[in-house]
């Protein structure tokens, strides 16, 4: 049989000032202008075998109570079951999130519930214009765009892969294209905009060259990996990332591989993953400090203590408070005796694990692995080396979202991702244990389909 396909994309643009997430904490940055729109991207894919929803949000991340409500929406028109719904998120720190994040970007409620009704509304729009389609993949490896943040020489993954859906006459009715890359670009030349960042330009240029398709772009594995920092100096060099993986993508397609639509799965599975309580004395030494720093509005020393800690560059946290340094202070101490506050509260009678879901789609030689984290990539490729696959997209940031899962590197060292990032999520810190919990069940599920 002959598969079936059909897509769609509906705004998500926000029409009145929300808060843009990411970036520092408690920073108001309510956007002031649209340089470019959000989107609900939404790609259906059908045959006798079974049928997904991929649907991606131009969103910085997403609750597990917001792909909830979306999957609802789409399954009880459609009969689509919500384990076959993916729901993935693009990442950009230039859009607002579902749920908020603490101190990095408070939820709208009423924006929220608009998104979700948009994204609802453009998988159904997707679904209602199936018509017959032919699929075919394409990888290629794409060097010296990104670099790893939290090491010197860190790994990176440099995989880009396209799936192509066309008509019976060969025109191309939409294209999914997975890489990794955080997408901050946008976020510090134009830190009040709205803008779908790298992602959105990629899907652009794309577009530009397959008029009649949609392009949809999967975040992968970027919680230690940016763009390099070079492409923020300019509008003129922060368009090359996107220009050079639109040719890479486009140059892979001439070796594409036909899929076949009888050879197609997808399905769920939650994974407890292994945390470590909180200590008092932790809890404390936070809580300490940000009382005394606030009663006495003590600058001293803090780049090494709450600021090595709570922040990467800490130069540039004070930047982004207009270039006062109390004021990033007392935003940092502030995050603290909150986090504190909440953590106090149940700090005893929480599990120590974390369940969380993963979620797999097979067609073919193609598949793809998502999971709700900032997954880090030793992790990632370890999952690319166990999955019995030559085609391979991450889907990160999806159906949920449970922080930074950082590899043993970091959890060894209290790095920002594995000792900062749970504070903000209301998390215990995840164990050297977690990644490879999380690696295994995702390669497992895969292997399975």
Not at 63 to 84: K, Y
Request: net charge negative; proline share 5%; charged share 25%.
């Amino acid at each position: 049989m002959k598969a079936q396909a059909g897509v769609s994309r509906t705004s998500i643009t926000p029409v009145r000032p929300v808060e843009l997430t990411g970036w520092g904490y408690y920073l108001e940055r309510f956007w002031q202008e649209i340089h470019d729109p959000l989107y609900a991207s939404a790609l259906v894919i059908d045959s006798e075998e079974s049928c997904v929803v991929i649907l991606s949000l131009d969103l910085m991340v997403i609750s597990r109570e917001f792909t909830q409500q979306i999957r609802s929406g789409i399954a009880s028109v459609t009969g689509i079951s919500p384990d076959n719904i993916l729901i993935t998120a693009t990442h950009t720190h230039n859009a607002p999130a579902s749920g908020g994040l603490r101190g990095v970007g408070e939820v709208d409620t009423t924006y929220e519930t608009w998104a979700a009704e948009q994204a609802i509304r453009a998988a159904i729009e997707a679904w209602n214009s199936r018509e017959p389609a032919e699929l075919s993949v394409a990888s290629t490896s794409v060097e010296d765009l990104t670099f790893n943040r939290t090491r010197d020489n860190g790994p990176v993954d440099p995989h880009l892969t396209t799936l192509l859906i066309q008509r019976p006459d060969e025109s191309a009715l939409a294209i999914l294209v997975g890489f990794q890359g955080h997408p901050t670009v946008a976020t510090k030349l134009r830190p009040f905009s709205v803008s779908r960042d790298l992602p959105g330009e990629l899907c652009d240029h794309l577009e530009k060259v397959f008029p009649e398709a949609i392009a949809i772009y999967l975040q992968g594995a970027c919680g230690d990996v940016n763009f390099h920092r070079s492409f923020s100096e300019s509008e003129t060099r922060a368009s090359l990332p996107a220009r050079q993986l639109c040719l890479a993508s486009v140059h892979s397609l001439s070796g594409k591989v036909p899929l076949d639509p009888t050879q197609f799965n997808a399905a769920c599975r939650n994974v407890k993953l292994p945390t470590r309580r909180w200590t008092l004395e932790e809890i404390h030494s936070d809580r300490d400090e940000a009382e005394r720093r606030m009663e006495e509005r003590d600058l001293t020393g803090w780049r090494e203590t709450i600021g090595r800690v709570m922040t990467t560059r800490p130069h540039e946290m004070v930047l982004r408070h207009g270039g006062d340094e109390w004021k990033a202070v007392a935003a940092m101490c502030r995050f603290n005796l909150e986090w504190t506050d909440e953590m106090l509260a149940d700090l005893e009678t929480r599990p120590e694990w974390l369940e969380t879901e993963i979620q797999g789609i097979r067609l073919g030689e193609f598949g793809i692995v998502a999971n709700s984290s900032e997954f880090f990539t030793s992790l990632a490729l370890d999952v690319r080396e166990r999955v019995e696959l030559p085609y391979l997209m991450l889907a990160c940031y999806s159906n949920g979202r449970i922080g930074y899962l950082p590899d043993a590197y970091d959890v060894e060292r209290k790095t920002y991702a594995a000792y900062q990032s749970p504070k903000y999520c209301n998390q215990f810190p995840f164990t050297e244990e977690s990644g490879p919990v999380m690696v295994e069940a995702m390669s497992e599920l895969m292997n399975s389909l």
